[in-house]
C-alpha cells in the first residue's frame, strides 16, 4: 500500500511557474506508475500527466504538454509536476496517484493523495 501526500501549491501570476511534489511512504513505491490529475470547482477530476516506475515513459495531456514536466525520484520516494507558463485556467486541486500502469486514465489508478490547491491570478 502506498500513502501519498502533495505539497508546492500556492498562488500564483499568470505566467508563473511552480512545483508541485508528492512524497510517497511505503517500500514499493517504484513499482508504481504514477500520475498527476486535477480538479477546478464544478468540473470533473481531469489527468494531466503520468509517469512509468522507471521514469522512461511519460504522458501529457495536450493542456499540459509543453509546459508542465512530471519526473520522480525513486530514492526519495517523490514524484514531481513542474509547472511553467501558468494560466488562469490551470487553477485546480492537484492530486497525485500511484497505479501499475502509465496511464492517464482516472480509473487506473488505486491510490490518492489529499490534494494541493493551485491557484493562477490574471
Known amino acids: 500500500q502506498v500513502q501519498l501526500v502533495e505539497s508546492g501549491g500556492g498562488l500564483v501570476q499568470a505566467g508563473g511557474s511552480l512545483r508541485l511534489s508528492c512524497a510517497a511512504s511505503?517500500?514499493?513505491?517504484?513499482?508504481?506508475?504514477m500520475g498527476w490529475f486535477r480538479q477546478a470547482p464544478g468540473k470533473e477530476r481531469e489527468s494531466v500527466a503520468a509517469?512509468?516506475?522507471?521514469?522512461?515513459?511519460?504522458q501529457y495531456t495536450d493542456s499540459a504538454k509543453g509546459r508542465f514536466t512530471i519526473s520522480r525520484d525513486n530514492a526519495k520516494k517523490t514524484v514531481y509536476l513542474q509547472m511553467n507558463s501558468l494560466k488562469p485556467e490551470d487553477t485546480a486541486v492537484y492530486y497525485c496517484?500511484?497505479?501499475?500502469?502509465?496511464?492517464?486514465?482516472?480509473?487506473?489508478?488505486?491510490?490518492w493523495g489529499q490534494g494541493t490547491q493551485v491557484t493562477v491570478s490574471s
Open positions: 511505503g517500500r514499493t513505491f517504484r513499482s508504481y506508475a
Open positions: 509517469i512509468s516506475w522507471s521514469g522512461g515513459n511519460t
Open positions: 496517484a500511484a497505479g501499475g500502469i502509465v496511464t492517464l486514465l482516472l480509473r487506473d489508478y488505486d491510490y
